[in-house]
T-cell receptor, first 115, second 113 residues
């Protein structure tokens, strides 16, 4: 029973390039959350998606960032025209349903480095 | 003011000590409280999950929630070097419009052999 799978584990981009981060939720889970973590800081919520729907994107920067969770395939977090400040660890978590008591399980993260 | 405050540490203890980790919060709507453990360069791993006030015990770990004081704690008994990690508290309200967890900044724990 595989856990939450994220790839790549490490991603290096030059300023101005695009970054695509992928997240495959646990089997049977249809809810995905994306978080960003800067060094020595906690996780900051970015976006919450269900299959084919963005439910809450209140933590997502208004420009350059987008996320999707298609009917088939992994959830994608896309960062266009990356800048040095985008360098961080990006984690996704999945949940089976959207009830308040639902537990979130995290992947191992993608470390994005912008040169 | 952050919604969830957590002392970043580092907290260094000898092996076998009792460890106390704490978080305070300001949002009285938080009802679900979690503790995650995060090893270096790894994803957070769910350790403890509690609802509302009270205690919950699981092996060497005990989670306490005091909603009247807006204060939660995680106790680790007989600490081991393998417990060395960053511990993150997380919370969630019952607000249907806000499903995401809110995290503290994490406390780095070092257990010295």
């Amino acid at each position: 029973n595989a856990g939450v799978m994220q790839n790549p584990r490490h991603l290096v981009r030059r300023r101005g390039q695009e970054a695509r981060l992928r997240c495959s939720p646990m089997k049977g889970h249809s809810h995905v959350y994306w978080y960003r973590q800067l060094p020595e800081e906690g996780l900051k919520f970015m976006v919450y998606l269900q299959k084919e729907n963005i439910i809450d994107e209140s933590g997502m920067p208004k420009e350059r960032f987008s996320a999707e969770f298609p009917k088939e395939g992994p959830s994608i977090l896309r960062i266009q025209q990356v800048v040095r400040g985008d360098s961080a660890a990006y984690f996704c978590a999945s949940a089976r349903q959207s009830t308040s008591n639902e537990k979130l399980f995290f992947g191992s993260g993608t470390q994005l480095s912008v040169l | 003011q952050k919604e969830v405050e957590q002392d970043p540490g580092p907290l260094s203890v000898p092996e076998g000590a009792i460890v106390s980790l704490n978080c305070t919060y300001s949002n009285s709507a938080f009802q679900y409280f979690m503790w995650y453990r995060q090893y270096s360069r790894k994803g957070p791993e769910l350790l403890m999950y509690t609802y509302s006030s009270g205690n919950k015990e699981d092996g060497r770990f005990t989670a306490q929630v005091d909603k009247s004081s807006k204060y939660i704690s995680l106790f680790i008994r007989d600490s081991q070097p393998s417990d060395s990690a960053t511990y993150l508290c997380a919370m969630r309200s019952m607000d249907t419009g806000r499903r995401a967890l809110t995290f503290g900044s994490g406390t780095r724990l070092q257990v010295q052999p």
